[in-house]
C-alpha cells in the first residue's frame, strides 16, 4: 500500500488530481454563457440549463457502468480513454451548428466525462493506506474545485472574444494536452485484484451497498447538498447578469473563484476529520453552506461573492467527509460503491432545476435560497445521524 507523502504517493495524487481538473474543466465550460445562450436561441432559464442538467445527467448514468466494469477490467484504461475522448468531445461543441446539436454533444460528453470520477477514489482505496486515501481524497476533490473554476473562467473570457466557440475549442485543447500529461504521470495499480465481470454479481453489489444504511445517508447527503450547490451558481448568473449588475459572461466567469473557498474546504477536510470525526465535520460543513446562503440575500456584490465563498467551503468540506466516508465503509466492490455515491450526486445536479425553477419563478433569488435552506435541513439530520453511528461504534 502507498504511504502518505511519498514520492509514489504525491505522483499519483498528482495524476489523478490533473485528471478531475480536466474532467470539471470540461464539464462546467457552459455555464457563464448561459445568460448569452438562453437570449440567443430564445429558450427559457431552465431549457438553457438543460446544458448543464443532460451532461450531469448522463454522467450519472455512465457512473453505473464504469463503476462495475472497472471491478472487472482494472482503473487505468478506463481513466485514460474517456479523458481523452472528453477533450475531443469539447473541440466538435465548437463547431455545432444548433442549440439540440449542443444538446446531443453534450449529452455525449457527460457520458464519457463520468470514467475517471467512477474510478479515481476506488483507485485510491486499493492503492493508498488509510491516511494516506483520506489526504489524497481531500486534495482530489480540492481539483474538482479548481476544475469547476477554470471551466467558467476560460469559458467566460473566451467567449468575451469569440464567442461560445472559442470557449469550447480552448478547453477542448487544454484537455488534450493535460492528458497526454495524465497517461505519463498515472502509474499502473499493484494491488487491484480483477473480478469477472457478472451482471448479477454487479447488480448485487451495488443492491448491497444500496441496503448498507451508513452507504444510503451519504449517497443522499452528497446528492442533496450538490443539488443546492450547483444549482444555486446557475440561478446566480441569472441574478447577476440582470438589474443592477448586469454582469457580462467574463465577468460571470469570475464569479466562479469562490470555488476558491471549496479548494481550502476540501484539502483541510481530513485534518479537521482527523481532529473531531468526519460526521460532525459533514454538519458543520452543511451549517457554513445555510449560512453563506444567507449572506447572498444582500444587494452588495462584494458581499454576494463572500457569500458564495463560504458556500464553496461548507460544501466541499461535506462532500470530500462524505466521498471518503464511502470509501471507509464500503465492503467489497469499492468501485460500485463510489460509483453510486457519484450517481446520488450528478442526479442532485441534474434535477435540482426542477426543484429551484419553481422558488425562482416566486420569488427570484430570495425564493432559491428559501428552496436551499428547506433541503438542506433533510442533509443536516443525515449528517446528525451519521455522527451518533460513528459515535457507537467508536464507543
Known sequence: MIEAKTRAWWRATAALCLGSFLVFINLYVPQPLLPGLKDTYGVSTLGVSFLMSVSTLSLAFALLI????????????????????????SIALAFAPTFESLLLLRLLQGFVLGGLPAVAIAWMGDEFEQHALLSAVGLYIGANSLGGISGRIVGGGAAALGG??????AVGIMTVVGCAVFWRLLPNSRAFTPKRFKFRQAAGDLLGHLRTPVLLAAYCLGGINFLIFINQYSYITFRLAGEPYQLAASSLGLIFLTYLGGTFGSTVSGRLAG?????????IGII????GTAVTLVDSLPLIIVGLTINAFGFFLAHSLASS?????AQ????????????????????GGFWLEPFWRWAQWQGVAI????????????????WRFEHRERY
Open 288 to 291: 457554513i453552506l445555510m449560512l
Open 66 to 89: 464504469f463503476g462495475p466494469l472497472s471491478d472487472a477490467i482494472g482503473r487505468e484504461t478506463i481513466m485514460r480513454i474517456t479523458l481523452l475522448m472528453a477533450g475531443g468531445l
Open 371 to 386: 428552496g436551499s435552506w428547506l433541503l438542506l435541513c433533510v442533509t443536516l439530520i443525515i449528517s446528525v445521524g451519521l
Open 164 to 169: 461560445p466557440s472559442a470557449a469550447f475549442l
Open 275 to 283: 481532529r473531531f470525526s468526519p460526521a460532525s465535520c459533514m454538519s
Open 325 to 329: 466516508w464511502v470509501g471507509r465503509y
Open 332 to 351: 467489497g466492490a469499492r468501485g460500485s460503491a463510489s460509483a453510486l455515491y457519484l450517481v446520488f450526486y450528478y442526479l442532485g445536479a441534474s434535477v
